[in-house]
C-alpha cells in the first residue's frame, strides 16, 4: 500500500488546504503536457489527491491504512498500486461526477485558467519626454496628454447607467464563476471559469450606459503628471503603477515613461558629480587670480591658486546633483592655455625666467 502522505510530501494528517496546495504544486511540475512532466508520477500524485483530497475517503485512510481499498477495489482496469483509474475517472474519485475540482488544482501555469484566476489586466502604455540638463539634475514635475482606454467618467467603470440598478447574470447565474467539462486521455474534468459576461461580479446593469456603451471603458485623452526624481539620468524609465490602460473588471495596466535628457553646453556629469573646463592664463597658473564659473545654480566666484597645473582639478563643495544624502560635488578642471605667439616684451621676459631656471 502507498503512503499518499509521503507521495505529496505532507505528514499525516495534513489539512485538507495543505493537501491541495501539495497537490497544486506536484501536479503543475509533472503533467505530462510539461518539460518536466512524468505520467507516471503524476498518476501517483493524482491518486493520492483522489484520497486525501476526499473527506471520506481520507478518514477511511487514516483509521484503516494498509487495510483501505480506495473506495473502489482493484477490479479490472487498475492501472498502479490498487488504485483503479478508469473507476475513478469513469464513476467520480471525487464525488460520483467524474473529475471534478477548480482548473488550477491540475493545470495551474498551463494556460489554461483555473479557479483563481489572474485578475485581467490593462495594457501598459510606454512614453519618452525630453528633460534639458538642469531638469534632469534638480527633478522637475511634466504634465503630458495621453490618449488611452480610461475607466468611463459617467458610470465609473460599472457599465450600467447610472441609478439604473443591476440584476442577476443568467450566463453564470449570479456565481460570477462558469463550469466547463473537458474529456481527456484521464477522463472528465470539470474546470471553473471567471464568468466573461459580468467579469466574476455576478450581476450585470439592467441598462447599458450611453457614455461608454456598456463598455465600462472609454478611448479618451487624460493629462498625466509626472514628477521627475532629482538626478535621473539619460535612459532611465520611470514605472507609474495603474496610469495605463483600464480593463473592465480588472487591474489597469501601467505608464513606463523613458527619459531622455539634453546634454549641457558646458557642465558634464558623471554619477552625482558635475564637471566643467576652466581655461585660465599662463600668468594666472603661475601667479593665481580670480575666475567666473557657471554652475547650475549661476556663477561663482573660484580662486585659482598660484602654481596650479594642467589638468589639475578644483573641488566646489555641493553644487553637484542632489541626493537623499545632501549633494555631489562640482569639479572645476583647469586648462593652461599656452599662447601661440609672444609679442617682443613677453618674449624677452620668458627669457629672463629661463634663464633664472623657471
Known amino acids: 500500500m502507498k503512503d499518499y502522505y509521503q507521495i505529496l510530501g505532507l505528514q499525516k494528517g ?18 505530462p503536457d510539461k518539460k518536466t512532466g512524468n505520467e507516471e508520477k503524476y498518476k501517483e500524485i493524482t491518486e493520492a489527491y483522489a ?40 464513476q467520480g474519485g471525487m464525488g460520483g461526477q467524474g473529475f471534478e ?39 522637475s ?18 457599465g450600467g447607467k447610472p441609478g439604473s440598478g443591476t440584476s442577476s447574470c443568467t450566463t453564470c447565474g449570479g456565481n460570477g464563476k462558469v463550469r466547463e467539462t473537458r474529456q481527456s486521455i484521464m477522463g472528465s474534468f470539470t474546470t471553473v471559469r471567471e464568468c466573461n459576461v459580468c467579469n466574476g461580479r455576478g450581476q450585470v446593469p439592467k441598462e ?13 485623452q487624460e493629462e498625466v503628471e509626472i514628477k521627475i526624481p532629482a538626478g535621473i539620468e539619460n535612459g532611465e524609465v520611470i514605472r507609474m503603477t495603474g496610469r495605463g490602460e483600464a480593463m473592465a473588471g480588472g487591474q489597469p495596466g501601467d505608464l513606463y515613461v523613458k527619459i531622455h535628457v539634453e546634454s549641457h553646453a558646458t557642465i558634464k556629469r558623471d554619477g552625482t558629480t558635475l564637471f566643467i573646463v576652466l581655461p585660465i592664463k599662463l600668468t594666472d597658473a603661475l601667479l593665481g587670480g580670480d575666475y567666473k564659473v557657471e554652475t547650475l545654480d549661476g556663477h ?12 589639475e582639478l578644483l573641488r566646489v563643495r555641493e553644487k553637484g546633483v542632489p541626493t537623499e544624502r545632501g549633494r555631489g560635488d562640482f ?6 592655455e599656452i599662447p601661440k605667439k609672444l609679442s617682443r616684451k613677453a618674449q624677452k621676459l620668458v627669457e629672463e625666467l629661463r634663464e633664472e631656471g623657471v
Open 14 to 31: 495534513a489539512s485538507k488546504d495543505e493537501v491541495k496546495k501539495a497537490f497544486r504544486k506536484l501536479a503543475s511540475l509533472h503533467h
Open 300 to 311: 561663482i566666484e573660484l580662486k585659482v591658486p598660484a602654481g596650479i597645473t594642467h589638468g
Open 141 to 158: 514635475t511634466r504634465k503630458v496628454l495621453v490618449t488611452k482606454n480610461s475607466l468611463c467618467t459617467e458610470c465609473k467603470g460599472t
Open 51 to 90: 484520497v486525501l483530497g476526499d473527506e471520506k475517503k481520507k478518514a477511511e485512510y487514516d483509521s484503516y491504512g494498509h487495510a483501505f481499498n480506495g473506495g473502489g477495489g482493484a477490479g479490472g482496469g487498475a492501472g498502479f498500486g490498487g488504485f483503479n483509474w478508469a473507476d475513478f475517472a469513469q
Open 101 to 139: 475540482f477548480d482548473i488550477s488544482d491540475i493545470f495551474e501555469n498551463f494556460g489554461f485558467g483555473g479557479g483563481q484566476q489572474k485578475q485581467t489586466r490593462g495594457r501598459d502604455i510606454s512614453i519618452e519626454i525630453n528633460l534639458n540638463f538642469k531638469e534632469a539634475v534638480f527633478g
Open 208 to 220: 447599458r450606459c450611453t457614455h461608454c456603451a456598456g463598455a465600462g471603458i472609454r478611448r479618451a
Open 331 to 336: 569639479m572645476v578642471k583647469v586648462n593652461i
